[in-house]
Structures are given as C-alpha cells and as structure tokens.
C-alpha cells in the first residue's frame, strides 16, 4: 500500500505530539544517559566543587570523553555533590569534616594538591554509599546521532524507526533532567539558608591553597602569625628605644640639675671663705690697733715713770714727810701692788725693766723710812 500525503502528516503529528511517549514505552533498547543539569547552573561551582568533580570526571582507568560528555560528567557530578552535599560542602557536619580533615590535610602539605583531592572525593564517595545512595557515573563516549529522517520524503515504518531510535529515547531523560534541576534548586536554596551557619571549605585567600579554617591555610597562618610577632618585637622595641632614651634625658636633667646644685654650692663656699677672710683681716686689724694703742699706752707710762724721784724716799712712796709707821707701811705694800711683775709681764722688755727698778726703789725708800724711824725712836 502506498503511503498518500495525508498518512504521511498524521504519522509525523503522531510522531511529533504523543509518539514519542508510545514509542519509548516500547522501545527497552538502552539510551546513553542525558545530563541532569542542562543550562546554566542556579550557582557557579566554587573552586573545591570544581577540583572534586574534574578529578570524578577524569578518574584513571577510565576512557577519555568527548568534550560534549565531560560537560555532562561534569554537570551531572557538581548536581550529585550539591544535593549530597550542599554548595561548597557546606551539609558536612563537624564531625565528617574532622574526619575528612585528619585523613586528608597531611596529603596536601606532603604528596600536593592532586593526592587531596583524590582523598577528598575518594571520602565524599564514602560518605555517599554510607547513605545508602550512588554518586552519577561517568558519561560514556556518545555515538554519533543517526541522520535526521524526512517524514515526508520516508514512509510510515522510516518513521516510526525513527522515532524509537530517536527523539523517543529522549522523553524519559528530560523528566529525569527537569526533577533533578527541581532538586538542584532545593539544594541551592537550602546551601544559601545554611550559609551562615556552617562554614565551607574554603580556599587561602593568599595561596589558594584549601583553607582548613577560616580563610587561611597552615602555612600563610603560620606566616601571618609570624609578621604578626614580629611587628609586635619591632614595637616592643621602639618602646624599649623610646623609655631607654626618655631615661636618659632624665638622667642628663638630673646631671645638669646636680651641676647647678653643686656650683650654688661652690659659690656659697666661696662667698662664705671671702667673708671668712674679711672678718679675719678685720680682726688682725682691730689687734693691730689695739696693740698699737697698747705700745703708746706704754710709750707714754714709760715717759711718765721716767723721772728720778729716788733721792726723796717719801716722795718715791707718795707719803708725807711727818708721816707715821703704819702709813709708811700702807705706801709700801700699795707702791709693791703698783709695780708688782705680774702687771707687765704681757708687755715688753723695757716696761717690764722699768717697772723692776719701780720695784727696787720702793724698797730702798722703805728701807731707808724704816731705818730713820727706828733710830729717831727713844731708847
């Protein structure tokens, strides 16, 4: 039978509209899987999401895949990661991150960054399969597409081939794509909720390297906490330099302060031997004066006593001449107490002389009163 042009519209709305759906309930022939996130992703992968799924999409051991499927793979294993896991794997818990840590960190600082990642999703497989699910296997080589087929020009059973080799195998993968894109968007939300709460592995801001807090790796925290250090020793030692140099013009003010005292008190000492020395010419002066007056004081005595007045014995002893014993006697002890040496022993020579031969005519003129009163009394 000979297909007419209107067979061959109704085989191609049939093929268009409900076919593919008959076709694929028919059709058990496996199809190559179809990538669960089709279009630009709800967020773009971080750089760890983006190292685990690259080393899961170029496992050893497995073919090398075309560039169409290894944006599959790609797609697939970020979707995969993202709903185990959330964004930038921020659904681990403490203790599974303490897990992956101790497992993994001695791996980048030793065998490089290759060795942790490999570690890293080698732990987030483990992790899975402990759930009880399956991470997305790897895409395999996609066959080449067979030739479009021309409704029109083919006849019914061309058609209906195609269909089932074709478009129809497809059906089930865009249900698959559109649930999967539903849960990669539940994830999304869910990773942007839980931001805050638990914090992602992230990368050193510095490096680059995985941080394993914060946003610092070992090493650039090691580092900063050494410039950190030796800030700190390079202010502690501008205080030092500081107080050591403060100490030192306080002892320079005290030194200048200790010179000022001690010259105050030189010229204190100076002003006080100046006056010493005033007062003690001054006091040779009053002795030179007054030994002055003493030696014309004796100057003057000496020309007194000078006169000879030892012929008349009562004029030496200053009594009269009728005068009695006991006044003679009287004259005699006054005239010894007058010219007694202990007067003049202070004084010079000659005083001392004159005052001797005082002294010695006094007694020749009480010797001679005496001797004459005794020989003019009766016998």
């Known amino acids: 039978m000979r297909s007419t042009p209107v067979v061959r519209i109704l085989v191609?709305?049939?093929?268009?509209?409900?076919?593919?759906?008959?076709?694929?309930?028919?059709?058990?022939?496996?199809?190559?899987?179809?990538?669960?996130?089709?279009?630009?992703?709800?967020?773009?992968?971080?750089?760890?999401?983006?190292?685990v799924v690259e080393h899961a999409c170029r496992a050893p051991g497995q073919a090398m895949l075309t560039p169409e499927a290894y944006d599959i793979c790609l797609n697939e294993?970020?979707?995969?990661?993202?709903?185990?896991?959330?964004?930038?794997?921020?659904?681990?818990?403490?203790?599974?991150?303490?897990?992956?840590?101790?497992?993994?960190?001695?791996?980048?600082?030793?065998?490089?960054?290759?060795?942790?990642?490999?570690c890293l999703d080698q732990r987030l497989t483990t992790l899975v399969i402990a759930?009880?699910?399956?991470?997305?296997?790897?895409?395999?080589?996609?066959?080449?597409?067979?030739?479009?087929?021309?409704?029109?020009?083919?006849?019914?059973?061309?058609?209906?081939?195609?269909?089932?080799?074709?478009?129809?195998?497809?059906?089930?993968?865009?249900?698959?794509?559109?649930?999967?894109?539903?849960?990669?968007?539940?994830?999304?939300?869910?990773?942007?909720?839980?931001?805050?709460?638990?914090?992602?592995?992230?990368?050193?801001?510095?490096?680059?390297e995985l941080a394993n807090a914060g946003d610092l790796c070992a090493a650039c925290r090691h580092d900063l906490a050494e410039s950190q250090r030796r800030a700190a020793a390079e202010r502690s030692e501008q205080a030092q330099a500081l107080a050591d140099a403060a100490l030192r013009a306080q002892d320079e003010a005290d030194a200048r302060h200790r010179e000022a005292e001690q010259a105050a008190a030189d010229a204190q000492r100076k002003q006080r031997e100046t006056e010493a020395l005033a007062q003690a010419e001054r006091s040779r002066e009053a002795d030179r004066r007054r030994e002055a007056d003493h030696r014309r004081w004796q100057e003057a005595a000496a020309a007194t006593l000078g006169v000879d007045d030892t012929v008349d014995p009562h004029a030496v002893l200053g009594i009269a001449r009728d005068a009695t014993a006991e006044q003679v006697r009287a004259a005699y002890d006054a005239a010894l107490a007058k010219y007694a040496a202990e007067q003049v022993a202070h004084l010079g020579v000659e005083l001392q002389d004159h005052y001797r031969r005082k002294r010695e005519a006094v007694e020749r003129a009480f010797g001679a009163l005496s001797a004459s009163t005794a020989a003019s009394a009766p016998a």
Do not use: H, M
């Open 12 to 51: 191609l709305a049939i093929w268009l509209g409900c076919g593919p759906g008959v076709a694929g309930a028919q059709v058990n022939a496996p199809a190559p899987p179809a990538p669960l996130v089709e279009g630009p992703l709800p967020a773009p992968p971080t750089p760890l999401e983006q190292a």
């Open 77 to 118: 294993q970020l979707a995969g990661l993202r709903v185990e896991f959330g964004r930038d794997l921020q659904k681990l818990s403490a203790a599974e991150r303490r897990t992956i840590d101790r497992a993994c960190t001695a791996l980048r600082t030793e065998r490089g960054r290759d060795e942790y990642v490999a």
């Open 131 to 208: 759930r009880g699910r399956t991470r997305p296997a790897l895409v395999p080589d996609a066959a080449p597409a067979p030739p479009p087929v021309d409704p029109v020009a083919a006849g019914p059973a061309e058609v209906a081939a195609a269909a089932v080799s074709g478009p129809a195998a497809g059906w089930s993968s865009w249900a698959g794509l559109g649930l999967v894109g539903l849960f990669a968007a539940a994830a999304g939300g869910y990773a942007v909720w839980t931001r805050r709460r638990k914090p992602g592995l992230v990368l050193c801001r510095v490096c680059g």
